[in-house]
């Protein structure tokens, strides 16, 4: 079945301490990206791939680093974490990125920073 | 700024009846528009995506409409059900990068 998996579903945590979401596709796609969903805000990129070692900054990158070393993962990760990084975390992938495929998402991560 | 404003923010139908959701955006050159369902707790979920040369497209029960000329899209539900009961998300792609400029969505519930 083709899916985009995050790990863990949920965490909580507290200030400071290092955090990784993983993310892992399994339909060969390029481009992979992260986003976080707010209440009232919608989704907003914080990173995006189009491929094996390209990263590029979305529209909040502040605190959070990804890499992509492999073609099917596409880690988020939290060195620091702060209370209002706490939100709703999607990881996406799709082909490459200038056609007009749709972006398959994940279920999302919810992670509270205490 | 590419912007994507979504209206109504939130509307209640009964159940077999119709509605019609906005999107309005200004995100120049235009690549693309998308439409999304967002159930609770579960990642966004693609019902269509249309191209400049597009300007409508249908997936069931649900059609997208789009004005590339004013930079207006419409999402049409049709004899709604209790599952059409979730957040619609309009996402527009610009042609020179690869970032896409969401909106914030329209929740719909419908009831029985």
């Known amino acids: 079945e083709a899916q985009v998996t995050q790990n863990p579903r949920y965490l909580i945590t507290v200030t400071g301490k290092k955090l990784t979401v993983t993310c892992s596709q399994n339909?060969?796609?390029?481009?992979m990206s992260w986003y976080r969903q707010d209440p009232g805000l919608g989704l907003r990129q914080i990173y995006y791939?189009?491929?094996?070692?390209?990263?590029d900054k979305g529209d909040v990158p502040e605190g959070y680093k990804v890499s992509r070393k492999e073609k099917r993962n596409f880690p988020l990760i939290l060195e620091s974490p702060s209370p209002n990084q706490t939100s709703l975390y999607f990881c996406?992938?799709?082909?490459?990125?200038?056609?007009?495929?749709?972006?398959?998402f994940g279920d999302g991560t919810r992670l509270s920073i205490l | 700024k590419n912007q994507v404003e979504q209206s109504p923010q939130s509307l209640i139908i009964l159940e077999g009846k119709n509605c019609t959701l906005q999107?309005?955006?200004?995100?120049?050159?235009?690549?693309?528009l998308r439409w999304y369902k967002q159930d609770t707790g579960r990642g966004p979920v693609s019902l269509t995506i249309?191209?400049?040369?597009?300007n409508t497209k249908s997936n069931g029960r649900y059609t997208a409409t789009l004005d590339a000329d004013t930079k207006q899209s419409s999402l049409h539900i049709t004899a709604s059900q209790l599952s059409d009961s979730a957040s619609y998300i309009c996402?527009?792609?610009?042609?020179?990068?690869?970032?896409?400029?969401f909106g914030a969505g329209t929740t719909v519930t419908v009831r029985a």
């Open positions: 996406a992938s799709s082909g490459v990125a200038e056609s007009n495929q749709p972006q398959h």
């Open positions: 339909m060969n796609h390029e481009y």
């Open positions: 791939s189009m491929n094996v070692e390209v990263t």
């Open positions: 999107c309005n955006y200004t995100v120049s050159p235009f690549s693309n």
């Open positions: 249309m191209t400049f040369s597009e």
């Open positions: 996402v527009v792609s610009a042609s020179y990068d690869y970032k896409l400029s």
